[in-house]
């Protein structure tokens, strides 16, 4: 079970960071990570980390902007999100799989979250 919170509506040029708290068996919950769907688009692979602390980001246009880190005590991942744009308005997603490889395909994840609501205002 995943349940994000942190979203919301921002300024362009903003910050935000969501969380995502995981619950149930640990290990269903090795790589946790973040997706995330504009309308009308697909689902857009933001990046995950595992519980060894290896982690995979997205596209270049979220390189340097975006941080992805989790702290195991709590089953907890988090995306920092710095410089928000426009373009990044969309429901983010938190993610669970039970595989220490980070995959960007959505299919490879068995846990989804509801998702929040992120809204970047210009």
């Known amino acids: 079970h995943l349940v994000e919170s942190g979203g919301g509506l921002v300024q362009a040029g903003d910050s935000l960071r969501l969380s995502c708290a995981a619950s149930g068996r640990t290990q269903t919950t090795y790589t946790l990570g973040w997706f995330r769907q504009a309308p009308g688009r697909e689902r857009e692979f933001v990046g995950a980390?595992?519980?060894?602390?290896?982690?995979?980001n997205n596209a270049d246009s979220m390189k340097g902007r975006f941080a992805i880190s989790r702290d195991n005590a709590l089953n907890t991942v988090y995306l920092q999100m710095n410089g928000l744009k426009s373009e990044d308005t969309a429901v983010y997603y938190c993610?669970?799989?039970?595989?220490?490889?980070?995959?960007?395909?959505?299919?490879?994840?068995?846990?989804w979250g509801q998702g929040t609501q992120v809204t970047v205002s210009s």
């Open positions: 993610v669970a799989r039970s595989s220490s490889i980070i995959s960007r395909a959505p299919s490879d994840y068995t846990s």
């Open positions: 980390i595992n519980r060894s602390g290896a982690f995979t």
